[in-house]
């Protein structure tokens, strides 16, 4: 396997195993404020799981351009596959810019483009067994992280705190 197919392989099984998380930074722009309290639904995040995406996305377009360069085969689409595209994109585009909250809706559309490309590269990246099941060990283990916190929240009837505050978890209590 070369560098780039496992410096891809690795972004996917590590965004695979930050799913459960919500590691992220919150921006409030006044339309993620709704009669003076913070929506965090309405604010743009920027998740850790993002950055991994849109790295998987970088490093999978730079090896496909090079394997395209390397073989000089150009691929087309069908006239029809771009015309629904266009006519999607298009009809997204203008109900954003008929909404009540444009900037909210262009940060949705980009959360949908960004979720659009990891079903597309999940569909094309499992190929074999053996891929199949390390992604779901991965996602397994994510799975019983965010298990074992939920008891230990359980326990404590609250928010555990502490770095966790920090890895994305919410303040809260039991009461």
């Known amino acids: 396997m070369k560098v780039g197919a496992k410096i891809e392989s690795t972004l996917f099984y590590l965004l695979i195993l930050f799913l459960h998380t919500q590691l992220g930074k919150h921006f409030w722009p006044d339309f993620s404020i709704v009669s003076g309290i913070r929506v965090d639904y309405l604010s743009p995040t920027i998740y850790f799981t993002d950055v991994l995406v849109w790295l998987l996305l970088l490093v999978w377009v730079f090896r496909k ?9 150009i691929r087309h689409w069908t ?10 994109l298009f009809f997204l585009i203008i109900n954003i810019l008929l909404s009540h909250n444009i900037w909210n809706g262009y940060y949705h559309l980009f959360k949908f483009l960004e979720l659009s490309f990891v079903a597309f590269y999940t ?3 499992l190929k074999s067994k053996t891929q ?8 397994s283990v994510g799975v019983i992280g965010e298990a074992i916190l939920a008891f230990f929240q359980y326990a404590q009837q609250g928010s555990i705190g502490g770095l ?8 809260f209590t039991g009461q």
Do not use: C, M, P
């Not at 966790?164 to 303040?171: D, K, V």
């Open 164 to 171: 966790l505050y920090f890895l994305g978890e919410r303040t």
């Open 65 to 73: 351009f090079q394997i395209s360069n390397r073989k000089r085969k």
């Open 132 to 139: 199949f099941q390390t992604l779901v060990s991965v996602f």
């Open 79 to 88: 006239l029809d596959i771009r015309h629904w595209i266009f006519f999607f």
């Open 123 to 125: 569909a094309n990246f």
